[in-house]
């Protein structure tokens, strides 16, 4: 919980085929997606962009059908993702797409990443927060950091 993620390695020094631009559920904003053009496009990378739609918890250790995403929240993500593959797709990249339901966003981006076998994940990212913000949401991107065997590109988008 308290290591630090390393920073990522200079891009130049890469050979990425194979891209995850990720979201815990915020949307992917334009900065995200130029950071994943440029990380693409040397070896003419497939991206693939995943998305997480939030599953509030459990009751009473059960699962409730009124904790999951609701259908406007699937909506809301299903759209969020074609719109950054139709992007990557206008750009030249073979792109693909996947929004997940989870409560655990960090262990599901890591295990999409590993099951697409990716060279690089790109995520947007709020300030990093002192240590009572590692138990919020949006600080999702720096626990995929931590944790994540493959560079992790955390691109800082303003707090609007």
């Known amino acids: 919980m308290f290591r630090r993620a390393s920073p990522p390695p200079d891009p130049a020094t890469l050979r990425i085929e194979r891209l995850v631009v990720a979201s815990e559920g915020r949307p992917i904003a334009w900065p995200v997606l ?3 053009f440029e990380l693409a496009r040397p070896a003419g990378a497939s991206v693939r962009v995943v998305s997480i739609a939030r ?3 459990t009751a009473m250790g059960f699962p409730n059908p009124a904790l999951n995403p609701t259908r406007r929240e699937w909506d809301a993500q299903r759209l969020q993702v074609r719109e950054a593959c139709e992007a990557l797709r206008k750009a030249g990249f073979e ?3 996947q929004v997940i339901g989870t409560r655990k966003a960090a262990r599901r981006i890591l295990g999409e990443a590993k099951r697409f076998r990716a060279d690089a994940i ?5 300030p990093k ?3 009572v ?3 919020l949401w949006s600080q999702e991107p720096y626990r995929v950091a931590r944790r994540a065997r493959v560079p992790v590109y955390l ?3 303003d707090g609007s």
């Open 34 to 36: 130029q950071r994943a």
């Open 55 to 57: 599953v509030w918890g």
């Open 95 to 97: 792109a693909s797409a």
């Open 122 to 126: 790109v995520m947007g990212a709020d």
């Open 129 to 131: 927060r002192t240590i």
């Open 133 to 135: 913000g590692d138990f």
């Open 155 to 157: 691109v800082p988008l």
